[in-house]
């Protein structure tokens, strides 16, 4: 995507998302510690104390509540965290089959019409934020954006009045971004992410916020890698799995 803010109704309209539209999901196992319950109108995974100082609102990639997304939300929530983690897009998520081989159709037509476009997640996103910081007892509130919810809690950040944000592996990334931002923030991109544009958010940033800016490349991770197309069957990629978070831990102990 050139440089506009808003994702195109057909998301994969730009070669920057072939990984996210022709990559499938990596089947996993895993039983979640949290409980699903209805949070200002939305089906949530909750997980943590609910007295924790520091909420992480989590806005999930393409497949929703998989195994591996859920399995970062707890990890997250283990260090003192609580994870909200939305049904922004109402259950509609892509699925396995939609990338095996037959699910072309399917796939395209997931796409074209899909429901985290940021034109109607902004508000939702922005609106859950703001309600959050009415009734929680949070005195502090991070985003964390999979995929194409990395726009969104850019785009949100400021309306909405998040602390900090975190990329995981940024969908529609823009040097734009980087003027945008004005909040602590993480980033980090897989080899499927365009690097150049990458750096030119982190110097924009770290111009303004000197020091609040980190950045790490994780070259040999597909996109996806923190969420449904994380590997967890051992080896290098779960290593890396566990190494993203790690990150994602130490930055809100730094922020917060």
């Known amino acids: 995507m050139s440089g506009g803010s808003i994702v195109p109704s057909n998301f994969c309209v730009h070669e920057r998302n072939v990984d996210c539209c022709k990559l499938p999901p990596v089947q996993a196992e895993y039983t979640p510690k949290g409980s699903y319950s209805t949070i200002n109108g939305l089906k949530t995974y909750a997980v943590g104390p609910e007295d924790a100082k520091v909420t992480v609102l989590s806005v999930y990639d393409i497949f929703g509540y998989s195994p591996q ?16 983690m939305p049904d922004f897009c109402d259950g509609k998520y892509a699925t396995a089959d939609m990338f095996a081989p037959g699910g072309e159709e399917e796939r395209a037509q997931f796409f074209s019409g899909f429901p985290g476009a940021i034109a109607s997640q902004l508000e939702p996103v922005s609106k859950y934020v703001q309600k959050l910081r009415s009734s929680s007892s949070s005195s502090k509130i991070a985003a964390i954006g999979y995929c194409w ?3 969104v809690v850019v785009e949100a950040q400021s309306q909405a009045g998040v602390e900090a944000i975190i990329g995981a592996h940024p969908t529609f990334a823009a040097k734009e971004d980087g003027d945008k931002i004005d909040v602590p923030t993480l980033l980090l991109p897989s ?8 750096t ?6 770290e111009s303004k916020l000197p020091g609040k800016i980190s950045l790490k490349h994780y070259p040999d991770m597909p996109h996806g890698w923190m969420a449904a197309r994380g590997d967890l069957s051992g080896g290098k990629a779960t290593e890396e799995f566990a190494d993203g978070y790690k990150l994602v831990v130490k930055f809100l102990k730094d922020t917060f």
């Open 69 to 84: 997304i859920l399995q970062g939300a707890d990890l997250i929530a283990s260090q003192g965290y609580r994870v909200l």
């Open 149 to 151: 919810g990395y726009k």
């Open 191 to 198: 080899g499927g992410e365009d690097m150049e544009v990458m």
């Open 200 to 205: 030119q958010i982190q110097k924009i940033v």
